[in-house]
C-alpha cells in the first residue's frame, strides 16, 4: 500500500515562494498521475494542479496558473509543487494524492474522486 507525506509548508509573506513535496513510500507511483489540491479555511477541498505519469503533461488550476509549476522525479518517488508569488488567498492545507490513472485525459483529474490515495496534508500560510 502505497504512502504519501507532504512537506514543505510554512508560513510565509505574500510575494514570497514555497516548495512542496510529496514523497511516496511502499510502492511507486511512477505509472500513476499524481494531483496537488487544497482546502482553505471553511471551504471545500480544490484542485491545484496535476501532471501525468512521465512529467510530460500538467494541468493546473485557474487561481494558481503561471505561478505553481508541478513536477516528478519518479526515481525518488517525488512530486513537487513549486510555489511563487503567493497571495494570501493561497493559504490552505495542501494535499497531494494518486490519481487513478496514467494519463491526464478528459478532465479525469479535476475532481477528488480521480484519485484514490491521498496524504494528510501540509498547511501553508501567506501574510499579508
Known amino acids: 500500500q502505497v504512502q504519501l507525506v507532504e512537506s514543505g509548508g510554512g508560513l510565509v509573506q505574500a510575494g514570497g515562494s514555497l516548495r512542496l513535496s510529496c514523497a511516496a513510500s511502499?510502492?511507486?507511483?511512477?505509472?500513476?498521475?499524481m494531483g496537488w489540491f487544497r482546502q482553505p479555511p471553511g471551504k471545500e477541498r480544490e484542485f491545484v494542479a496535476a501532471i501525468g505519469w512521465s512529467g510530460s503533461t500538467t494541468y493546473y488550476g485557474e487561481s494558481v496558473k503561471g505561478r505553481f509549476t508541478i513536477s516528478r522525479d519518479n526515481a525518488k518517488n517525488t512530486v513537487y509543487l513549486q510555489m511563487s508569488i503567493l497571495k494570501p488567498e493561497d493559504t490552505a492545507v495542501y494535499y497531494c494524492?494518486?490519481?487513478?490513472?496514467?494519463?491526464?485525459?478528459?478532465?479525469?483529474?479535476?475532481?477528488?474522486?480521480?484519485?484514490?490515495?491521498w496524504g494528510r496534508g501540509t498547511q501553508v500560510t501567506v501574510s499579508s
Open positions: 494524492a494518486r490519481l487513478k490513472y496514467a494519463y491526464l485525459i478528459g478532465g479525469r483529474y479535476l475532481e477528488t474522486r480521480d484519485y484514490d490515495v
Open positions: 511502499g510502492r511507486t507511483i511512477s505509472t500513476y498521475g
